[in-house]
């Protein structure tokens, strides 16, 4: 008997209380897929007897170990690491990995169930998961993070592999970490082959590869910009973050004229009314990548002021990307934007924007674009990484950058055809789920029930 979108809906609702009590960031990432498809699925009853939403929603796997490592003085400690292989109807699994004290088996959930879409949208071959740990690395000695990376890698070696699942950096997996977790995959299994991304770009890496997440979210605005008649020169913008998404993001800004007045980190962010140019941005690079520094030393040097403990979104501007965290940005925050004028909203980071902040942002006709579209640079570039080793050549950057254009591009129409509406208006959250979503569906539907 066919289901209708409502009864869909409370069956998966019911399913998560079941299978996943608790889990409240998963919880939110589902809520906001099956709300834009419910009614896609209603309609098709060959999803509904295949129980496509009901095999979506569970991961194919979730790998949990003990990570046991010694530090400096030879104190033993001990994290909990995690692999969740989510779907691979389209591909190897495929998803960073996270080292973080935030990281829970919720959070990865969700992480690898945006994964599965923002994949799809790229057009490229590849599945969804995610993994990380509890470790932090921040404060840690090389020696100690090459120690714990040697002790995780040893669990993770046996689940992951070229054509398997191939994952990459994320909050505090960056080159060093994945450096150290490639050679002991690598003496684990005397292979060298293309089973993590982000490699540097002398042995097995991408060019373009870092800079890629940043570049791509700020391709992706100037499309939403260009259908309006607009572009990005003189416009202000507001970035939360420093990290590398955001980082890249500022410096793409930069180099198409807008002006970057505001950006943070987890201590507070910094307000820099003239905005950074080429050069200040040079100096916050360096900050954070060389010197592992915090941004209100840049508000020291340049004499901006510094805003400890708080969020930059009461910062008037006309472009708002949140590139640091999930739910970093509340509906609080969205009504401070939107009276502030805010034109653009565009996540670099996953699921930055609460529920209830999206939906302040949506009542308002904002142009606001979910991280699985606006981000999905980062990703895609790591799919062109897997080819080049695949291939065994090397790309140069002009060429790397030419495709990530046009991924970003395939994500953006098809953003466009899923998610328009009346009078032209787009939805993009609802045209990035159900864009994603149809192309997992169908692909699962021709493999049978597995």
């Known amino acids: 008997m066919p ?28 809520h906001e897929v099956v709300a834009s498809v419910a009614d896609l699925v209603a309609d098709r009853a060959d999803w509904q007897d295949a129980r496509i939403l009901e095999r979506l929603t569970e991961p194919d796997r979730v790998i949990s170990f003990r990570v046991a490592w010694h530090d400096d003085e030879g104190a033993v400690h001990v994290d909990r690491g995690w692999r969740v292989q989510f779907n691979q109807a389209l591909g190897p699994y495929k998803g960073g990995l996270r080292f973080h004290p935030t990281v829970n088996e919720s959070v990865l959930k969700f992480l690898g169930f945006e994964q599965i879409f923002k994949n799809a949208l790229t057009g490229l071959p590849m599945g969804g998961g995610k993994g990380g740990s509890t470790f932090d690395p921040r404060g840690r000695s090389d020696a100690e993070v090459l120690r714990f990376c040697q002790a995780f890698m040893t669990e993770l070696a046996r689940h992951i592999g070229p054509d398997t699942d191939v994952p990459a950096g994320d909050i505090g997996v960056g080159g060093r970490e994945i450096g150290y977790l490639f050679g002991q995959y690598k003496r684990i299994r005397a292979m060298h082959h293309g089973v993590l991304t982000g490699k540097g770009v002398g042995w097995g890496g991408s060019e373009v590869r870092t800079e890629a997440t940043g570049y791509g979210l700020v391709y992706f605005v100037e499309q939403m910009l260009e259908r309006q008649k607009a572009d990005l020169d003189g416009l202000a913008c507001v970035v939360s973050g420093s990290g590398n998404v955001a980082r890249y993001a500022m410096r793409k800004l930069i180099d198409r004229g807008a002006r970057v007045v505001a950006f943070s980190d987890s201590s507070g962010f910094v307000h820099d009314p003239d905005g950074l140019d080429a050069d200040r941005w040079e100096w916050l690079r360096a900050l954070k990548e060389d010197r592992r520094g915090r941004v209100h030393e840049y508000a020291d040097h340049f004499g901006c002021d510094y805003h400890e403990g708080k969020r930059p979104w009461g910062v008037a501007c006309d472009i708002a990307l949140p590139c640091a965290t999930q739910n970093e940005l509340d509906a609080d925050d969205a009504r401070a934007l939107l009276d502030n004028g805010v034109r653009v909203i565009a996540e670099g980071a996953n699921m930055p924007t609460t529920a209830d902040a999206v939906h302040v942002l949506q009542d308002a006709k904002l142009l606001y674009a979910p991280g699985k579209a606006s981000n999905a640079g980062g990703v895609g570039v790591s799919g062109l990484e897997m080819s080049q080793n695949a291939q065994r050549i090397p790309w140069d950057a002009g060429a790397v950058d030419d495709e990530l254009q046009q991924i970003m591009g395939t994500v953006y129409e098809t953003c466009l055809e899923h998610g328009e509406g009346a009078g032209g208006a787009v939805d993009f959250v609802r045209g990035a789920n159900r864009g994603g979503f149809v192309r997992v569906a169908r692909a699962m539907l021709a493999q049978g029930v597995s």
């Open 3 to 30: 289901r209708s979108a409502s009864e869909l809906t409370a069956a998966i609702h019911d399913r998560l209380d079941r299978f996943s009590p608790g889990q409240t960031e998963f919880h939110q990432a589902v």
